[in-house]
């Protein structure tokens, strides 16, 4: 009998090709309930699943004693319980290296439109509400030449930071560790996030949510920034406390944000949904066919390498 693997969404042709010869099931295209989800999972000895799905203990108790590999496709894992799956011997992989250009693009389209209030006027434009070019027309804040303060220099960071030496930005990073690579390849300047608050014209967070992250840029880190600046968050939404920036917003402490995620998603804040000066995106990241394809490819092989008795190519932690 073929073990039994679980995809959770429907993924790219790519990534069901390594896993013929399966017993797979490909649940749906949205997020499954968790009921139909803890259903499904039974028996399977590998899972391939998305940030939308939570791999708990109790998901993993109704697969049973036979899953081997949770195979999340994604470079975060928040939505695993690690712990859980160590205690219960199952290796947990993630989707490292193959989606930093493209999740650092989106970073960087997110800070140019809300520099420049792309998405304001262009619902103005749709609206029919353009009537005339304006010197004070739709005026927003120079990118070029700026400072760039990353928050979280890991891969992702750093390809944010490359885009920012093409604008010819000054960077400041603030990081976990010191990254003495970045620091000369970039010439990137270490900060305390105090520091990089106060000084950045860009604020970009690329921290994993953990404990320690969570409501990491606040609103006394938002009162920190300048009156000019403007927050990019293509993390993890609760990063980011939704209300404190959106009062920051309306108040005019910040200039304007780019977001690509949110603390409750697919809810977006209220108070967000009303601020012009939000770019909002629906959690588009890593969203390039190309992108996509390699990171459903490589969830499927690290499923294949550990129901073949291998090691997996990017097992969480390693
Ligand atoms: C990730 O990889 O963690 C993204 O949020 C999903 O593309």
New binding site residues.
């Given amino acids: 009998m073929p073990d039994k693997v679980l995809v959770t969404r429907e993924i790219p042709e790519a990534g069901l090709r390594p896993l013929e010869g399966f017993d797979l099931t490909v649940l749906s295209e949205a997020p499954p309930d968790r009921e139909a989800l803890l259903e499904a999972a039974e028996g399977a000895t590998g899972v391939l699943s998305n940030?939308t799905e939570k791999m708990d203990a109790a998901f993993m108790d109704a697969a049973g004693p036979e899953l081997k590999v949770i195979a999340n496709m994604?470079?975060?894992y928040d939505n695993v319980d690690v712990e859980a799956a160590k205690e219960r011997g199952i290796v947990v992989t993630n989707?490292p290296g193959v989606?930093d250009e493209t999740t650092a693009d989106t970073a960087f389209m997110l800070l140019l439109a809300a520099a420049r209030r792309l998405g304001e006027s262009e619902r103005t434009l749709r609206a029919g509400g353009w009537h005339w070019w304006g010197p004070k027309l739709f005026v927003g804040v120079d990118v070029w030449g700026k400072t760039l303060g990353i928050v979280g220099m890991g891969r992702i960071g750093q390809a944010v930071a490359r885009r920012g030496r093409g604008f010819g930005m000054e960077i400041l990073y603030h990081n976990r560790s010191r990254k003495e690579d970045a620091e000369k390849e970039l010439d990137a300047r270490y900060a305390d996030l105090d520091e990089l608050l106060e000084t950045a014209d860009f604020v970009s967070v690329h921290t994993p949510l953990t404990e320690e992250t969570r409501h990491l840029i606040g609103a006394d880190e938002l009162g920190k920034m300048k009156p000019a600046a403007v927050l990019v968050n293509t993390s993890r939404g609760p990063v980011v406390d939704e209300g404190a920036l959106a009062d920051a917003l309306a108040d005019g402490r910040i200039f304007a944000a780019g977001l690509d995620?949110y603390e409750e998603e697919p809810k977006v804040h209220p108070k967000l949904l009303e601020r012009e000066n939000a770019v909002l995106a629906p959690?588009i990241?890593?969203g390039s066919r190309e992108t996509r394809d390699r990171?459903a490819v490589l969830a499927a092989e690290n499923i294949v390498a550990v129901l073949s008795g291998r090691d997996p190519k990017t097992p969480v932690g390693g």
């Fill in positions: 940030v994604a470079v975060g989707t989606l995620v959690h990241g890593s990171m």
